[in-house]
């Protein structure tokens, strides 16, 4: 009997410091339970700026020949950047390139013998950065009425650009955390808990795209230059604790 009732003492005692155990784990090791989410905002824009990027060249045998005929090139260029409403100061060309170039020569036997000089060619580089969007996309589509010229005009196409690019990254972040937190806010409701203190938070790339289109995300960030509209997303990887 005596026994046995120092077997009930003990399991009375070892269930009472269990219980006590418990309590106190659960206290110093609230810290360890904690939530995971992913933040994401996405924001449709429209461009602000344009480049518009082309090349002409011309070639003749002797180097002031070509360079002659490259001068009326660049002032018949740029006339026609300035009719279709272009600022003067918007145009930029860059030096002149200048290529000494070379053909080859064949025997009877259709075998190279050696190259001989066929004169120089002179490239001009040029590009029109403006915040008057219609007016350069309209010089760009009608820009073939300078090859009537006899001007080897080789049109780019446009780049188009954001202005105000950082201060929409900045929104995004600040929309994406707390799309985050909305997400774990749910989730502990839905498990009678509540949101904490955040432990943990990184911020992944900014992905531009062109609005509706399927391109795909690049791991260090796409960046599309070739649409007008855009989309701008991010994502915000949070970690909070669950109270």
Same mark, same amino acid.
């Given at each position: 009997?005596?026994?046995?009732?120092?077997?009930?003492?003990?399991?009375?005692?070892?269930?009472?410091?269990?219980?006590?155990?418990?309590?106190?784990? @659960?206290?110093?090791?609230?810290?360890?339970?904690?939530?995971?989410?992913?933040?994401?905002?996405?924001?449709?824009?429209?461009?602000?700026?344009?480049?518009?990027?082309?090349?002409?060249?011309?070639?003749?045998?002797?180097?002031? @020949?070509? #360079?002659?005929?490259?001068?009326?090139?660049?002032?018949?260029?740029?006339?026609?950047?300035?009719?279709?409403?272009?600022?003067?100061?918007?145009?930029?060309?860059?030096?002149?390139?200048?290529?000494?170039?070379?053909?080859?020569?064949?025997?009877?036997?259709?075998?190279?013998?050696?190259?001989?000089?066929?004169?120089?060619?002179?490239?001009?580089?040029?590009?029109?950065?403006?915040? #008057?969007?219609?007016?350069?996309?309209?010089?760009?589509?009608?820009?073939?009425?300078?090859?009537?010229?006899?001007?080897?005009?080789?049109?780019?196409?446009?780049?188009?650009?954001?202005?105000?690019?950082?201060?929409?990254?900045? @929104?995004?972040?600040?929309?994406?955390?707390?799309?985050?937190?909305?997400?774990?806010?749910?989730?502990?409701?839905?498990?009678?808990?509540?949101?904490?203190?955040?432990?943990?938070?990184?911020?992944?790339?900014?992905?531009?795209?062109?609005? #509706?289109?399927?391109?795909?995300?690049?791991?260090?960030?796409?960046?599309?230059?070739?649409?007008?509209?855009?989309?701008?997303?991010?994502?915000?990887?949070?970690?909070?604790?669950?109270?």
């Amino acid at each position: 009997m005596i026994k046995a009732l120092s077997y009930l003492i003990i399991g009375v005692c070892l269930c009472i410091s269990v219980r006590i155990f418990s309590r106190a784990w @659960e206290k110093t090791h609230l810290s360890y339970q904690s939530i995971k989410v992913t933040g994401l905002a996405q924001r449709d824009f429209t461009s602000d700026r344009i480049i518009w990027s082309s090349s002409f060249s011309r070639k003749a045998y002797t180097l002031a @020949e070509a #360079n002659s005929q490259i001068k009326k090139d660049i002032i018949a260029v740029k006339q026609y950047l300035i009719s279709h409403g272009i600022q003067e100061s918007e145009i930029v060309f860059s030096a002149l390139q200048i290529n000494r170039e070379f053909d080859s020569k064949y025997d009877n036997e259709g075998k190279t013998t050696g190259q001989v000089f066929s004169g120089f060619n002179l490239s001009q580089q040029i590009s029109v950065e403006s915040k #008057n969007l219609p007016t350069v996309e309209n010089a760009y589509k009608n820009a073939g009425s300078l090859i009537d010229q006899s001007i080897e005009f080789i049109s780019g196409e446009p780049d188009y650009f954001y202005s105000k690019l950082a201060d929409l990254k900045i @929104e995004l972040l600040s929309e994406a955390t707390k799309d985050g937190y909305n997400r774990a806010d749910k989730i502990a409701e839905n498990a009678e808990g509540s949101v904490g203190k955040m432990k943990n938070a990184s911020m992944g790339v900014i992905q531009i795209t062109g609005q #509706n289109s399927t391109e795909d995300y690049s791991w260090d960030g796409a960046f599309n230059t070739k649409a007008k509209n855009k989309t701008a997303a991010v994502t915000v990887k949070l970690e909070f604790e669950i109270k």
